[in-house]
C-alpha cells in the first residue's frame, strides 16, 4: 500500500514548511528511518526520515517550494505500485490554496474596501513578515481559511510592489532610490536567512535595554581546575566555563521568575522551567541549543549535553526538540577572545546574557595589604525585554548571577 510523504508539523503554529532537499531521487529504494528530505521551518532546517520503506514516487515538491503542513508532497510506493491520483502539484510561487502567484498577486492588491468588509484575520507568520516587508495588512485579501491573511500574501504584495508602506523612520530619498548593488554578489544559506530574519524581527520589535558588570572569576578558575579532571576521565568530556556558567545562570533565574518569563503579545507568560539556551556557531548562522534541567543537574550531565548538542549543531543533525522552549539564553563568545558585547534577544525569551573573555586584568583590592591586583575578570552584559523587565529587575538579576560566580566553589565545590 502506497504511504504518502506529508509536509511535518515540526513547531507550534506552524503553518508551512520550505523543502531545502530530497535526499533521495524520485525512483530510488527507501528504507523506514533512512533521512529522505530536509525542511525549513521558521527556527531551523530539519532532517526527516522516512517513516515505512518503499520507492520514492510521486513527488510533487521541488527544492524551494513552501508547502502547507500535512500536504502530500510524495508517496513511498511497493513495487510496480502507481501513486494515486489525488495529489495536488505544490510549484514555486503558489499560494497555500495552490492558486498562481499572479492570481495571489491580484488578490492581495485588491482595493482596501473589498477587504474591509469585515474583522481582518491575520497569522501569526504574517503579521511578523508585514513588519519586516513593510505591507499593509488593511490592503490585503486573504487567500487562507476563511479569507485569512497568510504569509504568501505578504511576498506576493511585497513583490509585487504594491500595498506597501516605508517604515516611518526611512528618509524619503533612501525609500525612492534604486537598491545598491554591493558587487559581493553572496547569497545566504538557510540557516542564515533564518538568523538574519528573525534577529531583524527581535532588534526592530522587542525595546532592548543593557546591564554590565565585571566579575572576578577566580572561584570559576578553581573550580574548573578541581572538578574538570574527574569529569573528563568519568564522562569523557572537559569542563568548560560555559558549562559552570549555564549552571549558575539557571539556579539564578529560579530566583527571579520574571527573568525566566516570555512576552506573550499582550502580556507576561510565566515559564514553570528553566530551560536553557545555548547559542551556537555553525556554518554561516547561530542556532540556539537547549540545555534540559540545567537548574538541577550536575555539573557533568550539562557538560555532556552542551558537547552533543554542540556536535550535532556542526553537522546538522539538531532535532526540533533540541532547539524549541528555551526560555532564557546565555552566548559566550570568550573562545574569540572577545572582550565584551552586547546580544540580540531570542524572542519571545525576556533576555540574553552575552559573556566575553576572561583576561587578566588590574583591579582595585580594598583592605588588602597591596591595595591592587591582578585577577581573571570577566564581563557579562544583559540585554533585557522592557516590556517584561525593567533596569533595577536586569540589575538585581545580573548581581545574583555574579555573587554565583564568587561563590561557585561553595556551592559546587
Do not use: C
Not at 504569509?151 to 533612501?174: L, M, R, V
Not at 522587542?206 to 578558575?221: K, Q
Not at 560555559?242 to 529560579?254: G, P
Not at 597591596?370 to 538579576?397: C, E, K, N, Q, Y
Amino acid at each position: 500500500m502506497a504511504v504518502s510523504v506529508v509536509m511535518p508539523a515540526l513547531e507550534m503554529a506552524q503553518e508551512t514548511g520550505k523543502l531545502v532537499s530530497w535526499k533521495k531521487k524520485e525512483g530510488e529504494k527507501v528504507a523506514k528511518g533512512e533521512m529522505l528530505l530536509e525542511v525549513e521551518t521558521d527556527k531551523a532546517v530539519v532532517e526527516i526520515e522516512a517513516q515505512a520503506a518503499g520507492i520514492l514516487g510521486g513527488v510533487t515538491a521541488k527544492i524551494g517550494d513552501v508547502v502547507p503542513v500535512g500536504q502530500t508532497i510524495a508517496w513511498l510506493l511497493q513495487p510496480d505500485e502507481k501513486p494515486p491520483a489525488t495529489t495536488a502539484p505544490t510549484q514555486t510561487g503558489r499560494t497555500l490554496d495552490n492558486r498562481p502567484a499572479a492570481a495571489a498577486t491580484a488578490a492581495a492588491t485588491a482595493a482596501p474596501e473589498a477587504a474591509s468588509s469585515g474583522p481582518i484575520r491575520v497569522s501569526p507568520k504574517a503579521r511578523r513578515l508585514a513588519k519586516e516587508l513593510g505591507v499593509d495588512v488593511s490592503r490585503l485579501r486573504g487567500s487562507g481559511p476563511d479569507g485569512e491573511i497568510v504569509a504568501e500574501d505578504i511576498q506576493a504584495a511585497a513583490k509585487a510592489g504594491s500595498a506597501t508602506a516605508p517604515g516611518p523612520s526611512a528618509p524619503a530619498d533612501a525609500r525612492t532610490a534604486p537598491p545598491v548593488s554591493t558587487g559581493l554578489g553572496e547569497s545566504l544559506t538557510s540557516i542564515g536567512r533564518l538568523m538574519a530574519e528573525r534577529t531583524t524581527q527581535s532588534w526592530t520589535s522587542v525595546p532592548h535595554f543593557f546591564v554590565t558588570r565585571d566579575v572576578d572569576g577566580s572561584a570559576l578558575v578553581a573550580l574548573r581546575e578541581k572538578l574538570g579532571p574527574s569529569i573528563e576521565k568519568s564522562r569523557g568530556v572537559k569542563l568548560t566555563y560555559t558549562d559552570l556558567l549555564t549552571a549558575i545562570v539557571a539556579r539564578v533565574l529560579k530566583q527571579h521568575p520574571r527573568m525566566n518569563a516570555s512576552w506573550a503579545g499582550k502580556g507576561i507568560k510565566a515559564n514553570p522551567e528553566v530551560r536553557m539556551g545555548l547559542a551556537m556557531a555553525v556554518n554561516d548562522g547561530v542556532v540556539v541549543a537547549v540545555i534540559n534541567k540545567a537548574d538541577a543537574g550536575d555539573l557533568a550531565d550539562i557538560a555532556v549535553q552542551r558537547r552533543d548538542l554542540t556536535e550535532r549543531a556542526r553537522t546538522g543533525k539538531l532535532t526540533p526538540a533540541d532547539i524549541s522552549g528555551a526560555t532564557f539564553t546565555i552566548s559566550n563568545l570568550g573562545m574569540y577572545h572577545v572582550d565584551q558585547f552586547t546580544a540580540i534577544i531570542v524572542p519571545p525569551q525576556a533576555g540574553i546574557l552575552a559573556v566575553g573573555a576572561m583576561t587578566d586584568r588590574v583591579v582595585p583590592m580594598p583592605g588588602a595589604l597591596i591595595p591592587i591586583g591582578v585577577r581573571p575578570m570577566l564581563t557579562l552584559t544583559l540585554s533585557g525585554d522592557h516590556r517584561v523587565l525593567d533596569g533595577a529587575r536586569g540589575a538585581a538579576f545580573l548581581h545574583d548571577v555574579v555573587e554565583g560566580i564568587q561563590s561557585a566553589e561553595k556551592h559546587f565545590g
